[in-house]
């Protein structure tokens, strides 16, 4: 079973930056891609990005293209998504998954892994 962790939020002001971090340990079948959701209070986890597991392609929602980006090591255990030019919108708990394939797919029931999620605040 693999375990994500995350990490790095926090409040921030608009128009800031944090960086998020999640790092995958224990054991899993390769490949798998990763990716970032995020849930406000009420509503259902939506994606934020995503990378295939080679890293060579990522996936980024409208709203946060342009603004965010993800990344990940050679080691393929780390992946980070840095959050600029911050808005209030952005106001979320984020969470790390993994799935097992080499391609980044937009619905939460695809994935298999989740971290407990990390919370990102955005004041005015």
């Known amino acids: 079973q693999l375990q994500l962790v995350e990490s790095g939020g926090g409040l921030a002001q608009v128009g800031g930056s944090l960086r998020l971090s999640c790092v995958a340990s224990?054991?899993?079948?390769?490949?798998?891609?990763m990716s970032w959701f995020r849930q406000g209070p009420g509503k259902e986890r939506e994606f934020v990005a995503g990378?295939?597991?080679?890293?060579?392609?990522?996936s980024y929602e409208d709203s946060v293209k342009g603004r965010f980006s993800i990344s990940r090591d050679n080691a393929k255990t780390t992946v980070e998504l840095q959050m600029n030019s911050l808005k209030f919108e952005d106001t979320a708990v984020y969470y790390c998954?993994?799935?097992?394939?080499?391609?980044?797919?937009?619905?939460?029931?695809?994935?298999?892994?989740w971290g407990q999620g990390t919370q990102v605040t955005v004041s005015s």
């Open positions: 990378i295939s597991w080679s890293g060579d392609s990522a």
């Open positions: 998954a993994a799935r097992l394939g080499r391609t980044v797919q937009w619905n939460k029931d695809d994935y298999t892994y």
């Open positions: 224990g054991r899993a079948y390769n490949p798998y891609a």
